[in-house]
């Protein structure tokens, strides 16, 4: 998918600006401590729920398995997970580190061409996370999928990447998306025509390349690179 030369720059968030796997064991700590509140034995499930978001952090229910790997009874699910679902949407990490070179990287891009975020999630959550990284002040345009109608508008659906493109003035295929999951930030970018540049890290960082990127790289820094070259020559002429 080569797509027309890039006018903006579109980044993921999760496993592409910062390590995902951070904010999860943040999040399994809360819950853990909020188990022991609960009566449960927190340690446990801070252990179980670590190992269920291990497997697959995109998959639901993770809380509830959880519980049950440590012995909970299914008929008290129903009176134990929303305080622990609670607690989990509700924490608000306290520091959540950029990749090495992300943060100069991703301000080199915003001082070049015209930046936005694109992000599946829970707006609470994922807002959390931007502050959590400092990366907001070098981020003028976030787009929570989400808010523009819940879990069927997430990547690779087009509707975010035509509302970042709406808030930046830009055609949608004049965009250019940085992302790590090829089924989600590659696809996105695939269904408007756009190019798209995937970054082998993170929990994906094995994915099969399905969709085809217009390229693949290993680090934040060096997608940011290669949009930079796109947008400065597009500039030159």
């Known amino acids: 998918m080569s797509g027309p030369a890039p006018l903006g720059v579109v980044v993921d968030l999760d496993d592409t600006l910062y390590p995902q796997a951070d904010y ?13 509140h609960a009566g449960l034995d927190g340690a446990a499930v801070h252990t ?13 229910g993770t809380i509830d398995r959880a ?5 909970v009874p299914a008929s008290s699910l129903a009176e134990l997970v929303p305080p622990l679902v609670a607690a989990f949407t509700q924490h608000t990490p306290p520091r959540l580190a950029p990749y090495p070179g992300a943060e100069e990287a991703l301000r080199v891009l915003a001082e070049a061409a015209p930046l936005a975020c694109l992000t599946d999630g829970n707006p609470a959550i994922q807002a959390a996370k931007v502050a959590a990284t400092g990366l907001g002040p070098l981020l003028p345009v976030v787009v929570v999928t989400d ?4 879990r069927a508008l997430r990547k690779p659906h087009p509707a975010g990447l035509v509302a970042v493109a709406a808030q930046l003035g830009l055609p949608p295929e ?9 089924g989600k930030d590659v696809a996105v970018a695939a269904a408007v025509g756009a190019r ?30 290669l949009a930079l070259d796109q947008v400065r020559a597009l500039a030159r002429g």
């Not at 999860?24 to 022991?36: M, T």
């Not at 808010?147 to 819940?150: A, E, H, I, S, Y």
């Not at 004049?174 to 090829?182: K, N, T």
């Not at 994915?207 to 934040?220: G, I, L, N």
């Open 174 to 182: 004049r965009l250019l998306v940085i992302g790590d999951r090829p």
């Open 147 to 150: 808010t523009l109608g819940g």
């Open 67 to 71: 519980l049950l790997a440590v012995g």
């Open 196 to 225: 798209a540049i995937r970054v082998r890290q993170g929990e994906y960082a094995t994915a099969p390349d399905e969709p085809r990127a217009w390229a693949v790289v290993d680090t934040f820094p060096a997608a940011a690179e």
């Open 24 to 36: 999860l064991a943040s999040a399994a700590a809360a819950v853990g401590v909020a188990a022991g």
């Open 48 to 60: 179980a729920l670590r190992s269920e978001l291990a497997a697959g952090s995109d998959a639901g």
